[in-house]
């Protein structure tokens, strides 16, 4: 208005000096007249002549500061056309403005003084389905109609102030504080009809046997849709008696519930206030008003019971919180997917359709966030016990609501409240390191640490871990399920580096130093043997875990965003997941894998020795004299070390998880073949052609315990204890011939003479030794 006044005293100003311009002008052709008068008469006096220069003198200085101040008016009548048309603007505005206040006055008055009637209505639908219809029509949606067309006007007028730029900056603020302000009017006044709707219902009690006389929601097809109700806007469908043609209930609550949630649905829609776009933020559920009305008793159930001063807010059971949380869905959950989403998927026009369910979880999560901010410091003030038990409560949550009710990945999970801060998430990890460390522990104090863990399912146990590793594995899952829905990628990386690496690795430092004490037992026993075992699959089971979770996606982002660091700038933008090379667990799984070698090598050596002791009188005898009958059995000297080696071959394969017994045969094979070698060679006995027979049947046998379970299809099994039977066994003739070949010759002649005789393995020199191993060759 003072820009107003302003502009009107300069509109003034510019008048005065157009009509002295005017006179101005008329004085200046007066003296151009008189002048061609002059011409024609007879010449002037002098005198005449310089008044009349004078005069014209003056009223070209006139003319040039009336045009000076021409100019001036001129940029001031455009700065007055902005001026006006902004003060038009506003004049407009305040007109709207005070007939929205008026409007919502009377709105204000009416909806108050009809407070008790609505709820009578209510209470009689069932008796009276028409004549409430006919009453709801006249007395309660054109209020809300008329509120609808007036915001709408208000967000037209908005919409125009935008375009006037900076000038109108303070009228476009006040603009939207109006706006602001009857939007709110809008939904408290759609809160509050919600609200006694809602009591009719009993809500958010649930009312099961409502629930079971509700009917589905069935929509029509296509073609009848083109006619439905919901192309007329829904105070026109309700004034000409047309209820929603897909609503099917015996109870009209429905119906009247279903009309006021799509008229409010909608006029949300209208004012753009319904932020569900393309563009919308991944972790944020969009605002709708109905729904905010429909949920907010659930909510303020949960603020009275669990934040507020109340008997069950109780530190010590933080489970009833939770629990309220879980049994809300569980009680809802058909009501919100059978009647309210089908609403929300037809009436929503934007890109993403609002999800009723996740949304109600989303505004559960919001408040159990609060409550967990004002418990979390005093748990850690007075109990660390306590501290532990919400933290295992809010996991079961968790699992509650993203497996069983599909609450998408990626949204904030109740665990994200613990590392909101970070003296809260510093904490969370104090707490986790020192009760990791104390389980661990604890598990490795245990003196059945090494024993199986499924000893009942022994045959059907693939892996057969022992009580340690399985322990360790289950408290590292454990530790990974409380933070694997983190949204912060560092906190992750510092769970893992911080506690499940470090504790992973003292239990491979035990495993190793309990390998160590097993090796320098002072008898080979078949107890070594089961010990030796079961650390083994103890090693074992941890790498294979472990070597899986590095291939999950979780460790893989977290080794990519480690390696990322360690890039040159441009070796990052070519940089992908795929590129990965390290694993996360790369440390412990390598010292895993080194116990499950060394513990490998451990049995077959152990087995080993044992059949070398066993068989030393049987190799030491003097000399091997046999009967040259055709059957053969098994040498009494032979029999005690071959039922120790069938004994520990039957324990390993008993104790052994499966999958690694193609490795242990391979190492056992070698290292039992280089000591029957040694035996035969390093041995005092000597062989006549059918001892050397005798020799290969007891080998038979020996083979026998060994090929149903390893068949390598690449190489040959004892081919040095074959190669050594295949020249005992030799004609006399075809030794001699072999010894006389094999004299002065260098290794590689040698071999060439040795792979004629079908003696694949054995050099020269071990060859010449065992010819002379015959007895019935005569000594060069």
């Known amino acids: 208005l003072n820009h107003f006044q302003r502009s009107m005293d300069t509109q003034r100003k510019l008048s005065d000096a157009r009509r002295e311009l005017q006179e101005q002008t008329q004085k200046h ?17 002098p005198e005449s002549i310089q008044c009349a220069r004078k005069e014209w003198e003056t009223c070209v200085g006139n003319f040039e500061m009336i045009d000076a101040k021409n100019k001036e008016s001129v940029d001031t009548l455009s700065e007055l056309a902005r001026r006006y048309t902004e003060v038009k603007i506003l004049q407009k505005f305040l007109q709207c403005a005070a007939v929205l206040q008026d409007s919502v006055s009377k709105i204000s008055n009416a909806l108050n003084d009809e407070g008790e009637r609505w709820k009578e209505l209510v209470s009689s639908v069932g008796d009276k389905k028409s004549a409430f219809q006919a009453e709801w029509i006249l007395e309660c949606l054109p209020i809300y109609f008329t509120l609808e067309t007036e915001l709408q006007r208000l967000t037209h007028i908005k919409t125009s102030l935008e375009k006037l730029g900076e000038d109108s900056l303070r009228i476009l603020r006040l603009a939207k504080e109006k706006h602001t302000l009857f939007t ?13 709707l809602f009591s009719a219902f009993k809500w958010p009690t649930p009312n099961h046997k409502l629930t079971k006389e509700l009917i589905p929601l069935a929509f029509t097809s296509e073609d009848e849709y083109e006619e439905d109700w919901l192309h007329i806007h829904p105070v026109n469908a309700l004034l000409h008696h047309r209820p929603p043609v897909y609503i099917k209930s015996i109870d009209p609550r429905l119906e009247i519930f279903v009309a006021v949630f799509i008229f409010g649905l909608r006029v949300q829609q209208a004012l753009g206030e319904l932020h569900s776009s393309e563009n919308a933020e991944l972790h944020q559920h969009p605002s709708v008003w109905v729904l905010d009305a429909l949920f907010e008793p659930i909510i303020s159930r949960f603020i009275f019971h669990f934040i507020n001063e109340s008997s069950t807010n109780k530190l010590e059971k933080p489970e009833w919180s939770f629990s309220y949380i879980g049994n809300v869905l569980s009680d809802h959950a058909e009501f919100l997917l059978g009647y309210i ?43 660390q016990a306590l501290y532990c038990h919400t933290l295992s409560e809010c996991v079961k949550l968790e699992k509650l609501l993203f497996e069983v009710h599909n609450y998408p990945e990626g949204f904030p999970s109740p665990m994200q409240t613990f590392a909101l801060t970070p003296q809260l998430f510093d904490a969370w990890v104090r707490i986790e390191k020192h009760v990791f460390s104390r389980q661990l522990s604890r598990v490795l104090s245990n003196q059945h640490k090494w024993e199986k863990h499924f000893e009942a399912l022994a045959d059907i146990d693939q892996l057969k871990p022992t009580i340690s590793s399985e322990s360790v594995i289950v408290m590292t899952e454990a530790l990974t ?23 992973l690795i003292q239990y491979c430092k035990a495993m190793k130093k309990f390998f160590l004490q097993l090796a320098e037992a002072e008898s080979l026993s078949q107890d070594l043997i089961v010990q030796l075992c079961r650390l083994c699959n103890s090693a074992n089971y941890c790498s294979l875990i472990l070597v899986d979770w590095s291939e999950q996606l979780m460790f893989l982002e977290l080794q990519y965003e480690k390696e990322l660091w360690s ?85 390993v394969l008993d104790e052994l998880a499966s999958m690694l017994l193609p490795k242990f045969w391979r190492i056992f094979t070698k290292e039992l073949d280089d000591y029957m070698l040694a035996g035969i060679l390093q041995g005092r006995s000597r062989y006549t052609q059918n001892a050397a027979e005798q020799l290969r049947f007891n080998m038979k046998v020996l083979f026998s315990f060994i090929h149903p379970h390893y068949k390598p299809q690449d190489t040959a099994v004892f081919p040095k204890t074959k190669d050594a039977i295949h020249i005992l066994i030799m004609d006399k003739s075809d ?35 065992l010819i002379k191993k015959r007895s019935d060759l005569p000594r060069a």
């Open 29 to 45: 052709l007066e003296l151009e007249q008189q002048i061609l008068e002059l011409k024609e008469e007879k010449l002037p006096s």
């Open 184 to 196: 709110d009017e809008f939904k408290n006044r759609l809160r509050e009809r919600l609200e006694v």
């Open 341 to 383: 989403q089908p609403l929300l998927n037809r009436e929503t026009k934007s890109f993403v359709i609002p999800d009723a369910k996740n949304i109600l979880i989303g505004k559960l999560l919001g408040i159990l966030e609060r409550k967990l901010l004002q418990d979390i410091p005093l748990l850690l003030a007075s109990n």
């Open 481 to 503: 399920e409380r933070y694997h829905r983190l949204l912060d990628v560092n906190h992750k990386t510092r769970m893992v580096e911080e506690i499940q690496i470090p504790n």
């Open 567 to 651: 890039k040159t700038e441009d070796e990052q933008k070519e940089f992908s997941i795929q590129d990965v090379e390290g694993s996360m667990f790369e440390e412990p799984i390598t010292l895993s894998n080194k116990v499950v070698q060394k513990s490998l090598r451990g049995i077959s050596s152990a087995i080993a020795r044992t059949f070398q002791v066993y068989s030393e009188e049987y190799f030491n005898r003097s000399s091997k004299i046999v009967s040259n009958s055709i059957q053969y059995d098994i040498s009494p000297d032979m029999c005690s070390p071959l039922f120790e080696l069938k004994f520990s071959i039957e324990l």
């Open 735 to 769: 030794l001699r011939h072999l010894q006389d070949e094999l004299y002065l010759l260098n290794a590689t002649e040698q071999q060439r003479v040795l792979r004629e005789y079908r003696i694949s393995v054995l050099s020269g020199r071990d060859t010449e030794q």
